[in-house]
């Protein structure tokens, strides 16, 4: 059974950085898609980055430059590097993957709502 476990959640100033971790385990499948989705009180969720196993990476336009998604693959650890972090980007960050060579190939930040497995979240609050 796959688990996504994230990490690095926290409390920030605005122009701060924080870096989160999804760490995944139980999957055998090397073509993959994952990424972060967030989720902030009275909103509507979004997609904010994904990678897939060819290192392919697309971001939420609201980040894009913000953001750094990356992976270290020999760890099955997936992180979202946040720079100049912004009080609208308080929410509950969910890891999210799912496996396959299709959904590598069409993996992008705007299809995470539809992927298989998700981590418990972790928060960022960002204040001005």
């Known amino acids: 059974q796959v688990q996504l476990v994230e990490s690095g959640g926290g409390s920030v100033q605005a122009g701060g950085s924080l870096t989160l971790s999804c760490t995944a385990s139980g999957s055998t499948d090397n073509s993959y898609c994952m990424g972060w989705f967030r989720q902030a009180p009275g909103k509507e969720g979004e997609g904010v980055a994904s990678?897939?196993?060819?290192?392919?990476?697309t971001y939420a336009e609201r980040v894009n430059g913000r953001f750094t998604i990356s992976q270290d693959n020999a760890k099955n650890i997936v992180y979202l590097q946040m720079n100049n972090l912004k009080p609208e980007d308080t929410a509950m960050y969910y890891c999210?993957?799912?496996?396959?060579?299709?959904?590598?190939?069409?993996?992008?930040?705007?299809?995470?709502?539809?992927?298989?497995?998700w981590g418990k979240g972790t928060e960022v609050n960002v204040s001005s």
């Open positions: 999210a993957a799912d496996w396959g060579r299709v959904v590598a190939q069409v993996c992008s930040h705007v299809l995470l709502y539809g992927m298989e497995s």
């Open positions: 990678i897939n196993s060819n290192g392919v990476t």
